[in-house]
């Protein structure tokens, strides 16, 4: 614990949209240390995704730097990309449409192996067995398909096949949310066993609060393409500043209370956001101020940072 394994700094993606341009990251930044969990929060068009897709180097950044124990994402050499792939892995939203259809689940778990000319066959399939078992999925379906398997199942065998190469850092995009409930919790409960274990490091990327704060060590809430607030998961949780964190905290049930749900209307388009503030039209606290001036991210103390005009 303790070393610092990924470095974001003001990075940006804009797309060109004919006379416009959709800002769908605006200045991220954040540090990710060994063994810890990044909680990226926010409603779907926040720019979470994005920021995954420009960490795994898929999309080119407009702007910023990532830096993957010390070295420079985007200005890595061709053999420094296939090493940076193999320390650092994605598992999706939708397990059946990230795995390979007409390829066995054992077939699918090894194809990082064969891909990076890892070991002979008899090491592969001894290395997928345990990756199996690892994971909680029955040896019997080493010669399965994956439509032969249940949603969670499939989950655990994406995950699998991301552990397949060792990688310190796994993304995981909205990995239990077309999941049933009690299906989500097995998955959670397996990989916070995994971290345990092998000393991982998490960006879990969810639109629901419940299962970040359930996952993660720090919490970053996106809107529009900006961090709004920034702080340990103890803070977050018990001293929410930014009124729209404030909002997501709102809208997580709690049995046998009624909570009051203060967050009104849509996230706005990121190609025309609001002036000033881009969360000012839904906030309750809103000032004259909000309409006029973006908040920077400040510090607050105790790593806590906000963007907000109140502060």
């Given amino acids: 614990m303790g070393e610092i394994i990924l470095t974001v700094k003001d990075l940006k993606k804009y797309f060109d949209m004919g006379r416009k341009k959709l800002k769908a990251v605006d200045g991220v930044s954040f540090t990710l240390k060994k063994g810890e969990s990044l909680g990226l929060v926010g409603e779907s068009g926040s720019g979470k995704s994005t920021v995954a897709r420009l960490i795994l180097k898929l999309i080119p950044p407009t702007s910023g730097e990532v830096y993957l124990f010390g070295k420079p994402v985007f200005k890595m050499s061709k053999a420094e990309e296939k090493m940076m792939r193999r320390k650092v892995q994605i598992v999706f939203q939708n397990p059946y449409m990230s795995l390979f259809p007409h390829l066995t689940i054992g077939t699918n778990i090894g194809e990082p192996l064969r891909i990076h000319n890892i070991g002979g066959e008899k090491e592969r399939r001894k290395r997928v067995m345990d990756l199996m078992e690892l994971v909680g999925v029955p040896l019997e379906y080493f010669n399965s398909f994956p439509h032969e398997l249940s949603g969670g199942q499939q989950q655990r065998v994406a995950i699998a096949r991301a552990l ?7 993304i995981l995009d909205e990995p239990v949310s077309s999941l049933d409930v009690s299906i989500q919790v097995q998955i959670l409960n397996l990989l916070k066993e995994l971290q345990n274990k092998k000393q991982l490091s998490y960006i879990f990327i969810a ?39 404030q909002a997501l905290l709102e809208a997580v049930p709690v049995i046998g209370h009624l909570k009051r749900v203060y967050l009104e209307g849509e996230i706005p388009s990121p190609i025309d956001p609001p002036s000033g503030c881009p969360f000012h039209p839904r906030c309750k606290y809103r000032k004259p101020v909000c309409k006029e001036k973006k908040p920077e991210l400040k510090g607050l103390g105790e790593n806590h940072f906000v963007a907000c005009h109140l502060y």
């Fill in 164 to 170: 397949a190469l060792e990688p310190s850092l796994l």
């Fill in 207 to 245: 639109h629901d609060l419940a299962v970040i704060e359930y996952i993660s060590t720090t919490i970053a809430v996106m809107y529009l393409g900006k961090l709004v607030e920034y702080a340990p998961r103890e803070l977050i949780l018990d001293k929410p500043l930014h009124p729209y964190t």
